[in-house]
């Protein structure tokens, strides 16, 4: 079992920068055995990836909207995973949550089918 508590969310202006933190809970496994994500969703639009990051070797893979702008990383001693956020656009107002997979492999990153938990979400809002 995982539970994932998301924090970090606000306000920002465009071109700013937030930092984004999803703290893990595990029982039976240890949060370093999770593949986690970030995905987000915007009103009247379907959840969609942002960014993701394996166990063991910790690959990542952004969506190419976010690359260049977000920085994921983890700390598998903290149990917690961050999205460093820079240049922030309005479009990236959406409701941010964090995911996890055990075990997940660098090819299931991309669909929200693959993860087994799921935050609660943070709300980002960026203004223009």
């Known amino acids: 079992q995982v539970q994932l508590v998301e924090s970090g969310g606000g306000l920002a202006q465009a071109g700013g920068s937030l930092r984004l933190s999803c703290a893990a809970s595990?029982?039976?496994?240890?949060?370093?055995?999770?593949?986690m994500a970030w995905f987000r969703q915007a009103p009247g639009k379907a959840r969609r990836f942002v960014v993701g990051?394996?166990?063991?070797?910790?690959?990542?893979h952004y969506a190419d909207s976010v690359q260049g702008r977000f920085a994921v990383s983890r700390d598998n001693a903290k149990n917690t995973m961050y999205l460093e956020m820079s240049n922030l656009k309005p479009e990236d107002t959406a409701i941010y949550y964090c995911?996890?997979?055990?075990?997940?492999?660098?090819?299931?990153?991309?669909?929200?089918?693959?993860?087994?938990?799921w935050g609660q979400g943070t709300q980002v809002t960026v203004s223009s």
């Open positions: 995911a996890a997979k055990f075990k997940g492999g660098y090819t299931t990153l991309l669909d929200s089918n693959n993860y087994d938990y």
């Open positions: 595990t029982s039976g496994h240890t949060f370093s055995e999770y593949t």
């Open positions: 990051i394996t166990w063991l070797t910790s690959s990542t």
